[in-house]
């Protein structure tokens, strides 16, 4: 049984430039949930999604956008990438209909803006 | 205000000590409160969770302790190994939210 799976695992990018992060939940997960994590601090949260809808959003900009699939797979989209972007983007599944409880992460994709 | 503060930020413990690491939270409709362990290079892994309507969960050598009232909740790794050396991240969630503390970088000394 496949954990969450992310990729890609590192990637390098300019000022202005966009990027897209994908996300597979773990099997019979629904509910997706991405995390931002700086050098350091603990992970933020930036959006969760259920049935393909965002449902909760963090305290992030529109210039992060997401998707999620009809197999719930999802998807980060960061535009205009400033330099504070530079983080490590987890991406975390729940079991179905949970509201709360364990979180399944990812093992993250590693941003760098430079 | 939703936050989740964590002490302390870094932590160093003999082999065989105890690691006590705390958290305090501000909103009173959390009622789940998880510890994460998380190594270089890998996401977060549920170490240990606690449910507001007991004061003390213990599994192996993790131990949580809760203060309903104060708010609080620490974890406490007894007989620290070596291989304990990882951040840890408490958080506290509610419906749909979740929210994580600092993290306390531990560091188990051979």
């Known amino acids: 049984d496949a954990g969450v799976t992310q990729s890609p695992t590192h990637l390098i990018k300019t000022r202005g430039q966009q990027v897209t992060l994908r996300c597979s939940p773990k099997s019979g997960h629904d509910t997706v949930s991405w995390y931002q994590q700086a050098l350091g601090q603990g992970p933020q949260f930036i959006f969760q999604?259920?049935?393909?809808?965002?449902?909760q959003r963090g305290n992030f900009p529109d210039r992060f956008s997401g998707h999620q699939f009809p197999n719930y797979s999802s998807e980060l989209n960061v535009n205009a990438l400033l330099l504070g972007d530079s983080a490590l983007y987890l991406c975390?599944?729940?079991?179905?209909?949970?509201?709360?409880?364990?979180?399944?992460f990812g093992e993250g994709s590693r941003l760098t803006v430079l | 205000q939703q936050q989740v503060k964590q002490s302390p930020q870094s932590l160093i413990v003999q082999k065989g000590g105890i690691s006590i690491i705390n958290c305090a939270y501000e909103n009173t409709a959390f009622d789940y409160f998880p510890w994460y362990q998380q190594f270089p290079g890998k996401g977060p892994a549920l170490l240990i969770a606690i449910r507001p309507d007991v004061s003390e969960k213990k599994e192996g050598r993790f131990t949580i302790s809760f203060n309903k009232s104060a708010k609080q909740f620490s974890l406490h790794i007894m007989d620290s190994q070596p291989g304990d050396s990882a951040t840890y991240f408490c958080a506290a969630s509610g419906t749909y939210k979740y929210i994580f503390g600092t993290g306390t970088r531990l560091k188990v000394l051979a």
């Open positions: 975390a599944s729940r079991p179905n209909g949970r509201r709360t409880g364990e979180l399944f």
């Open positions: 999604y259920y049935e393909e809808e965002e449902r």
